[in-house]
């Protein structure tokens, strides 16, 4: 059964520095998400993307982040300069559309020192 | 603005019980999604069920099963005969309606609920 997947699945990184998250959606898949969810709270929506390019984001998603699908299969967060308060789980999830459930990967954790 | 709410933090079920956790949401649309995701200890979201605000009936996916009632604006999900691979935080969450300009499916989560299944 085809399915998200993400790299790495735990990123530890200090403040200040750049990190590149991973994400390769499910092939034929034409909505691509990113979610956030800090410790013990909720899954947060920080950008959806669609037809190469940033469809909505959230408050959250600053001009720190950016995110890119730099070739047909990958589809990459990247934050500039990484905060104590980015240490978060981070989702990639993606959708064929915008009716269906949305199929999440597995995670990556970001620990930013 | 859409919102979810999920009132319980925390549960606790017996082994074999079936368990309700509850899910009340806020829109001024018609047409929405309402969805259920677990999340065990390893951290992963897995999809569980989906309810369109239109759906006559309400869903069921296994031991699953969604309590919708549309006028009281509540997503409960029911899970019966718990199992201790249930132990697991449970999240609701809405995605706006398709149709409107500008969607992108995103979807709104709740603050979860924590389930542990005692033996």
């Known amino acids: 059964e085809p399915e998200v997947t993400q790299t790495p699945s735990h990123q530890v990184t200090q403040m200040g520095q750049e990190v590149i998250l991973r994400c390769v959606p499910i092939?034929?898949?034409?909505?691509f998400y990113w979610y956030r969810q800090i410790l013990g709270q909720k899954v947060e929506f920080l950008v959806s993307?669609?037809?190469?390019?940033?469809?909505?984001k959230s408050e959250i998603f600053d001009d720190q982040f950016s995110v890119e699908r730099p070739d047909g299969s990958n589809f990459t967060l990247k934050i500039r300069s990484t905060k104590l308060e980015d240490s978060a789980m981070y989702f990639c999830?993606?959708?064929?559309?915008?009716?269906?459930?949305?199929?999440f990967g597995p995670g990556t954790r970001l620990t930013v020192l | 603005a859409q919102k979810i709410t999920q009132t319980q933090p925390g549960m606790f079920v017996q082994e074999k019980e079936a368990v309700t956790l509850d899910c009340t949401y806020d829109?001024?649309?018609?047409?929405?999604?309402l969805f259920w995701y677990k999340q065990p200890s390893s951290g992963e979201m897995i999809f569980l069920i989906y309810?369109?605000?239109?759906?006559?009936q309400n869903a069921t996916e296994g031991r699953y099963s969604l309590n919708f009632q549309k006028a009281r604006k509540s997503a409960n999900l029911v899970i019966s005969a718990s199992q201790l691979g249930d132990s697991a935080m449970y999240f609701c969450?809405?995605?706006?309606?398709?149709?409107?300009?500008?969607?992108?499916?995103?979807?709104?989560f709740g603050q979860g609920t924590t389930l542990q299944v005692k033996p």
């Open positions: 309810q369109g605000s239109y759906d006559e």
């Open positions: 969450a809405m995605r706006e309606p398709f149709w409107r300009s500008g969607n992108t499916g995103k979807l709104i």
């Open positions: 993307f669609y037809n190469n390019e940033i469809s909505e």
């Open positions: 999830a993606s959708s064929p559309d915008t009716r269906n459930e949305q199929f």
């Open positions: 092939s034929n898949h034409l909505y």
């Open positions: 829109t001024s649309d018609q047409s929405y999604g």
